[in-house]
């Protein structure tokens, strides 16, 4: 064995127990109360749902039944905001989503990590926000720490753990610029 390896301690989960029970009480709540829901249906119980457990979501925010919340408290959904299928919400930290932003399917949102100079792994946490009018990608993955900026678009399959500015499509791993976003105005 490595001689770095073996100065590494066992992870101690430093959240506590009353954090561990509201996540067990989470997830078998939104596991018999909506995840058999198909898609889209039943937004409304969904947000009540995520609302007891202290998220922030507005009227008309969309959540996919298939999305999976670490902890409801830390997230805030603004008017039309929409996590798609099968999104990871891995929200140990802040997430906010802002008006008519959407993470597509499959894409996961990790506010956490482990310090991977201490000997103990200490559990580190930064906030994500996505902007309003901001699109995540199909499968693609944000860091901790990070903002999409307003109408950024993060490509699919991508992975960022740096800021993307606003009116920006970036794609990659890492993600990286790739042009400026012009929205066009269909004059019919």
Known sequence: MAESESRLHPYVNHLGIKHQIIRLTWNFTWTLGARWLPRSIGSGWKRFLLRLFGAKIAPNAVIYSSTRIYYPANLTMRPYSCLASNVECYNVDSIILGEHATVSQGAMLCTASHDIYDADNRLITAPIEIKKDAWIGARAFV??????????V???????FKNIDSWTVAGG???KPIKKRAIRHNCN
């Open 173 to 175: 791993n890492p993600a």
């Open 154 to 160: 993060l490509g699919a399959c991508s992975a960022t």
């Open 143 to 152: 860091g901790m720490g990070v903002t999409i900026g307003e109408g950024a």
